[in-house]
């Protein structure tokens, strides 16, 4: 009875090999060693994250402004049998970032194709709408980035230097007859150096970005003119008031140039002038062709205080029915009434001491990023946003963009875009060569405060950063 037993026993146990042999030997298809057939009327989905782990081994997508993000070394897409391999260069994980440079300036009335001609034209009526010129500089001398497989990293950019203001003259001054009612106008401008932090990490599918910054301001100014245009029955009333500020922290070289230079003491009252702003930006897969995110830019913690500035102040004003014109045509000796005529005639600077709260602008931006084959080879990103800039006459701005990116295996990026940012309208192309170990950023630009001049060279930037790391 045992031995029947100990038979019946192993022929159970050799039914699965036999049947096994029987399916290779007659060709019947064996399903766990094939993969099941693809339905033809709905297209296989794109496996974006079906976990925590499978979210963090895809690949990333293209970089945001914060914080380059890192894609994975492969990308696999699975087609009937067998597996298509992509293979991605690897962003680095330690990285080193020399001269990242960005200079840029523009106008909105002579174009290059107007000036560089035998026979220039000009056409006053174009200043109708003002006047513009806006210029920026920036440079960040060194930066180190560390990037943890892309689920977090940090950063540090020592010494960044942010040059950037604008010239600005309104329409109403060049239309003469324009009436105008305090119309503000002038020069603004700053100059800020910073040390900032960046980082980043992954919640699940939520990439958050950081950066932290503590700013100095060296110069910093806004503009204070006031133009004032009136008509009536007995004449006109025009008036232009200006005051301009300047403060910083190293005046004391201008107003005493003789005297030494005492630096502690100059490195002292700057450092002393610090301020605290960060930033923050999320980007979230809604889908595995549609990203949404947001940026928050330079949101204040503590302001900078400057308690030293320079002052230039005065007036011009011209009320015609407070003059009797027969009056001055029939005598040489008349003179014109008190409240007729003004103009200041001193312009010697005037140094003060009183304290400036400084915030360096704000900018919230969103943005939607489409990728129409689900990959980050190509890419479409809307931007629509708003600026708070007291740099300039008009304070609130609108921020809006679009840019279309082509990237080839993370080794040649391009990206395409025409945006309107900081009150400039910029059509840009940049370039990124990346080998790993050296990467080369440059891209050019042309631009200007008016749409249609941005198209004929009133204005152009350029931008360049050398990387190197593994």
Same mark, same amino acid.
């Given at each position: 009875?045992?031995?029947?037993?100990?038979?019946?026993?192993?022929?159970?146990?050799?039914?699965?090999?036999?049947?096994q042999?029987?399916?290779?030997?007659?060709?019947?298809?064996?399903?766990?060693?094939?993969?099941?057939?693809?339905d033809?009327?709905?297209p296989?989905?794109?496996?974006?994250?079906?976990?925590?782990?499978?979210?963090?081994?895809?690949?990333?997508?293209?970089?945001?402004?914060?914080?380059?993000?890192?894609?994975?070394?492969?990308? &696999?897409? !699975?087609? @009937?049998? #067998?597996?298509?391999?992509? $293979?991605?260069?690897r962003?680095?994980? +330690?990285?080193? =970032?020399?001269?990242?440079?960005?200079?840029?300036?523009?106008?909105?009335?002579?174009?290059?194709n107007?000036?560089?001609?035998?026979?220039?034209?000009?056409?006053?009526?174009?200043?109708?709408?003002?006047?513009?010129?806006?210029?920026?500089?920036?440079?960040?001398?060194?930066?180190?980035?560390?990037?943890?497989?892309?689920?977090?990293?940090?950063?540090?950019?020592?010494?960044?230097?942010?040059?950037?203001?604008?010239?600005?003259?309104?329409g109403?001054?060049?239309?003469?007859?324009?009436?105008?009612? &305090?119309? !503000?106008? @002038?020069? #603004?401008?700053?100059?800020? $150096?910073?040390?900032?932090?960046?980082? +980043?990490?992954? =919640?699940?599918?939520?990439k958050?970005?950081?950066?932290?910054?503590?700013?100095?301001?060296?110069?910093?100014?806004?503009?204070?003119?006031?133009?004032?245009?009136?008509?009536?029955?007995?004449?006109?009333?025009?008036?232009?008031?200006?005051?301009?500020?300047?403060?910083?922290?190293?005046?004391?070289?201008?107003?005493?140039?003789?005297?030494?230079?005492?630096?502690?003491?100059?490195?002292?009252?700057?450092?002393s002038?610090f301020?605290?702003?960060?930033?923050?930006?999320?980007?979230?897969?809604?889908?595995?062709?549609?990203?949404?995110?947001?940026?928050?830019?330079?949101?204040?913690?503590?302001?900078?205080?400057?308690?030293?500035?320079?002052?230039?102040?005065?007036?011009?004003?011209?009320?015609?029915?407070?003059?009797?014109?027969?009056?001055?045509?029939?005598?040489e000796?008349?003179?014109?009434?008190?409240?007729?005529?003004?103009?200041?005639?001193?312009?010697?600077?005037?140094?003060?001491?009183?304290?400036?709260?400084?915030?360096?602008?704000?900018?919230?931006?969103?943005?939607?990023?489409?990728?129409p084959?689900?990959?980050p080879?190509?890419?479409?990103?809307?931007?629509?946003?708003?600026?708070?800039?007291?740099?300039?006459?008009?304070?609130?701005?609108?921020?809006?963009?679009?840019?279309?990116?082509?990237?080839?295996?993370?080794?040649?990026?391009?990206?395409?875009?025409?945006?309107?940012?900081?009150?400039?309208?910029?059509?840009?192309?940049?370039?990124?060569?990346?080998?790993?170990?050296?990467?080369?950023?440059?891209g050019?630009?042309?631009?200007?405060?008016?749409?249609?001049?941005?198209?004929?060279?009133?204005?152009?930037?350029?931008?360049?950063?050398?990387?190197?790391?593994?």
């Amino acid at each position: 009875m045992k031995k029947l037993l100990a038979i019946y026993v192993l022929f159970i146990c050799a039914l699965p090999i036999i049947a096994q042999e029987d399916l290779a030997g007659t060709g019947e298809p064996v399903w766990e060693e094939q993969a099941w057939p693809v339905d033809p009327f709905w297209p296989e989905e794109p496996a974006l994250a079906e976990d925590d782990q499978a979210w963090a081994d895809n690949p990333a997508w293209p970089a945001e402004p914060l914080l380059p993000e890192e894609p994975t070394l492969t990308e &696999k897409t !699975k087609k @009937g049998k #067998g597996d298509k391999q992509i $293979v991605r260069v690897r962003n680095r994980g +330690f990285e080193l =970032v020399y001269l990242d440079t960005h200079v840029n300036v523009s106008n909105n009335f002579l174009a290059a194709n107007e000036i560089f001609k035998e026979t220039a034209v000009i056409d006053i009526s174009d200043l109708y709408n003002g006047f513009k010129i806006d210029f920026g500089v920036q440079l960040t001398p060194m930066a180190f980035n560390i990037d943890v497989k892309d689920h977090w990293g940090f950063g540090m950019e020592l010494a960044k230097v942010s040059a950037f203001g604008n010239v600005g003259i309104t329409g109403s001054l060049f239309q003469i007859t324009k009436e105008a009612d &305090k119309e !503000k106008f @002038g020069v #603004g401008g700053a100059v800020f $150096v910073d040390i900032g932090v960046p980082a +980043f990490f992954r =919640v699940k599918k939520l990439k958050v970005n950081l950066r932290t910054a503590y700013f100095i301001p060296l110069i910093y100014t806004e503009p204070n003119i006031e133009y004032t245009y009136k008509e009536n029955s007995d004449g006109i009333y025009v008036k232009a008031k200006y005051d301009l500020k300047i403060y910083s922290p190293m005046l004391d070289m201008l107003e005493n140039p003789d005297k030494p230079t005492d630096v502690n003491s100059l490195v002292k009252e700057a450092t002393s002038s610090f301020g605290l702003d960060f930033s923050a930006g999320a980007e979230y897969p809604l889908f595995s062709w549609l990203h949404v995110g947001s940026e928050l830019i330079n949101i204040p913690l503590k302001p900078a205080v400057v308690k030293k500035y320079m002052q230039i102040k005065g007036q011009f004003f011209l009320d015609s029915s407070k003059i009797n014109f027969i009056d001055m045509i029939g005598s040489e000796n008349y003179e014109l009434p008190e409240d007729a005529f003004g103009a200041s005639d001193n312009f010697e600077p005037l140094y003060k001491t009183g304290e400036k709260f400084i915030l360096r602008p704000f900018t919230f931006l969103t943005y939607a990023t489409y990728y129409p084959f689900s990959t980050p080879l190509i890419s479409l990103k809307g931007v629509l946003g708003f600026s708070i800039n007291p740099l300039y006459a008009q304070v609130f701005g609108i921020e809006v963009g679009a840019n279309f990116c082509l990237d080839l295996a993370n080794i040649f990026v391009t990206t395409v875009g025409m945006n309107y940012r900081n009150r400039v309208w910029r059509h840009s192309i940049d370039f990124i060569l990346n080998f790993r170990a050296f990467e080369l950023d440059l891209g050019v630009s042309v631009e200007s405060p008016d749409f249609g001049k941005s198209f004929q060279g009133a204005g152009a930037g350029v931008n360049l950063a050398l990387k190197f790391g593994w």
